[in-house]
């Protein structure tokens, strides 16, 4: 018997030494942190929480500060359990192709009009309520344990795509001592890991999840280990119900593409990014960005009373509301794309804003521009078409955008106030009074699905200004979009950011109550903000696009000779539609900007999620000679639409 324990111990050493050895090489970051907390563990500066026992021929953790067991049953015999129940059909998935009303057929979109005929393929062809896979591309394992049945379910179920998470780095350690790491990502599999990262940590987790093989991104099969972790498993499905390819289409783009190209023409002025971060005019200048969450209400006096005090920047829906009020913004910024914008710019007085800034993307209206004639507006590219001007960046929304522009230029004293990510608590306004746009929810909390996404999901947050407060999803991605903007700037320039909102907690923004910025307050020295923004913009020359166009045309030809190829097989219609891909990015790679490459992958990257869904389905005549030829058609003809469309925009 004490042989066996010898050697089994020997064993759990052998295991332990080969996972820091394959974490070492290939998970850094991780390794260094096992490290550290092993030699903590062995000079006894630190106490640890779990110890791995061996009982009755399994292994289990008992958790030393209230003596229990983590599994309290034989963790191999549950691993086999979970093995059973893991399927390759939709159970324990988050679906990400959009349904209907029904949830049973999938969305058709003119926003992405040139994946349509797939879709509709799809939609005849599919028996979309009993879906069985091929295979699992994509998996996440929502608690390691010991790591026992990850080991058990990757085996049945063998996934291209592997990501672990673990929110405890100590359990994790143990696991190192069962369970061997580096057959996850063995061969042409890959393996991703979130130990003991706080949420921030989990969400840039997900996007090099997500980003990995994002053609794969139809289906994600995921594992929750014990109920504690429902926490991440909401956090999981709050990522895949922001970011998905099907809601930022190729098409906008291509519009993006054409109206930029027509304001160069039209003479319009363009920031320069050099100009404006050497000038930094709103540096140690008091600037109060305004946005249009329903606390703004609770504000508007405090504004109008101390707007001489700051340099105010406001997004455009919120512009009637201030002229109401007799509030004169500084800066005035509008992004969207929609003809609503003219409205929300279309002000009683004519002359309202004749002595304010006003920032466009070159994603504009052109019913916008008519409604600003004759003042003073300027364009930041939506797109990185034009090299020596720079880009600035876009953002998901107004209000983010209108952060990084004020930081770029310089402020380091920045004011947030109705910036809520959040409904009113009562009403369930999203927007103040008086807005130019209105949107009522229903502020009640409601059980959630386990894998349905939807942005209408009600969920309970920490609040800036008061403990707890009701928002919904699709509110939240105005939080997600601050702290991005937030953290992607916050290691290139110094500056603070208070929160006024009575909204969501954000990260990176400091709550700050109304006396509190009373206190300190004071007063700003004016300055002419047109002519600063004169000297950081100029007016561009228009670029012949000639030598663009024969490469498009060049590529249209190929795609209709790639028509003619015989397809027989799945490998076959893959093989050749790659070397088709490959050949199309290496001839962009020849023209002016890199914007046409991106918009092709755009594309190709939205398309895919259909084609390789419909592949991967086990369902008999769906994969036949004549089926795989009518989905190459079909892809082919939308490859050959964007290239026509590229042409349209840049002539």
Request: with cysteine.
């Amino acid at each position: 018997m004490e042989k066996e324990l010898v050697d089994l111990s020997n064993t759990l050493l052998e295991i332990y030494q080969k996972n820091l050895i394959f974490l070492e090489e290939n998970f850094n970051d991780l390794y260094k942190r096992i490290n550290k907390l092993s030699n903590k563990i062995d000079k006894e500066e630190y106490s640890s929480k779990y110890s791995l026992e061996y009982n009755n021929g399994y292994f289990d953790i008992l958790n030393l500060e209230n003596n229990t067991w983590f599994y309290g049953t034989n963790s191999y015999e549950d691993a086999d359990i979970r093995a059973v129940n893991s399927n390759f059909t939709k159970d324990g998935s988050l679906d990400l192709l959009r349904k209907g009303k029904g949830g049973i057929k999938l969305v058709k979109s003119e926003s992405y009009s040139d994946v349509m005929p797939i879709i509709e393929y799809i939609n005849e062809n599919v028996d979309l309520e009993n879906i069985e896979f091929h295979k699992i591309y994509k998996m996440v394992f929502i608690g390691s344990g010991l790591g026992v049945h990850i080991n058990e379910i990757f085996k049945k179920l063998d996934p291209f795509v592997t990501l672990i998470i673990e929110p405890e780095l100590e359990i994790f350690r143990l696991s190192l001592f069962i369970t061997d790491y580096s057959i996850f990502n063995a061969g042409n599999k890959t393996l991703q890991f979130s130990i003991e990262e706080d949420s921030t940590g989990r969400m840039a987790s997900f996007s090099r999840f997500y980003s990995m093989h994002n053609y794969m991104n139809y289906n994600i099969k995921h594992h929750m280990l014990i109920k504690n972790y429902q926490y991440i498993n909401d956090e999981l499905i709050e990522y895949f119900s922001n970011n998905s390819t099907i809601y930022f289409p190729y098409t906008n783009v291509i519009r993006n593409l054409h109206r930029t190209v027509g304001f160069i023409k039209d003479k319009s002025r363009f920031l320069d990014v050099d100009l404006l971060t050497e000038k930094l005019f709103l540096k140690d200048k008091e600037v109060l960005m305004i946005s249009a969450g329903p606390s703004l209400d609770n504000y508007i006096e405090f504004i109008k009373e101390h707007q001489d005090s700051f340099i105010i920047v406001c997004v455009d829906v919120i512009v009637k509301k201030l002229e109401k009020n007799n509030i004169v913004p500084d800066i005035v910024v509008s992004i969207d794309q929609s003809p609503l914008c003219a409205g929300y710019l279309d002000t009683e007085d004519k002359n309202y804003l004749n002595n304010s800034a006003i920032v466009f993307l070159s994603q504009q209206d052109e019913s916008v521009l008519n409604v600003v004639k004759g003042k003073n507006y300027y364009f930041s590219q939506s797109i990185p078409l034009i090299k020596e001007i720079g880009f600035l960046g876009s953002a998901n929304n107004v209000g983010s955008f209108s952060l990084k522009m004020a930081i770029h230029f310089g402020a380091n004293k920045i004011y947030t106030i109705g910036n809520d990510a959040a409904f009113h608590q009562e009403t369930g306004s999203r927007y103040a009074k008086d807005s130019s746009y209105t949107i009522i929810e229903s502020a009640d909390i409601k059980e959630l699905s386990e894998n349905f996404i939807s942005s209408d999901d009600n969920i309970e947050v920490e609040g800036n200004l008061r403990k707890i407060v009701k928002t919904n999803r699709a509110l939240l991605t105005f939080k997600e979009s601050f702290e991005n903007t937030y953290s992607g700037l916050k290691d290139v320039y110094d500056f603070d950011i208070y929160n006024l909102s009575d909204g969501v907690k954000i990260d990176g923004f400091k709550p700050m109550k109304e006396d509190e910025l009373k206190a300190i307050i004071k007063q700003n020295i004016k300055f002419d903000i047109c002519n600063k923004f004169d000297s950081v913009s100029k007016i561009l020359e228009f670029e012949d696009y000639e030598d663009d166009i024969k490469i498009l045309n060049n590529l249209i030809n190929k795609v209709k000779k790639y028509k003619k190829n015989n397809i027989i097989t799945k490998d076959e219609f893959l093989e050749n539609k790659l070397d088709l891909m490959m050949y199309i990015l290496n001839k962009t790679k020849l023209m002016k900007s890199g914007v046409y490459g991106n918009i092709f992958l755009l594309y190709t990257e939205l398309v895919d999620i259909y084609v390789n869904f419909i592949l991967n389905i086990k369902q008999k005549d769906l994969h036949t000679k004549q089926s795989l030829k009518k989905i190459s058609n079909l892809w082919a003809d939308g490859v050959i639409n964007v290239l026509k469309d590229l042409k349209k925009a840049v002539k």
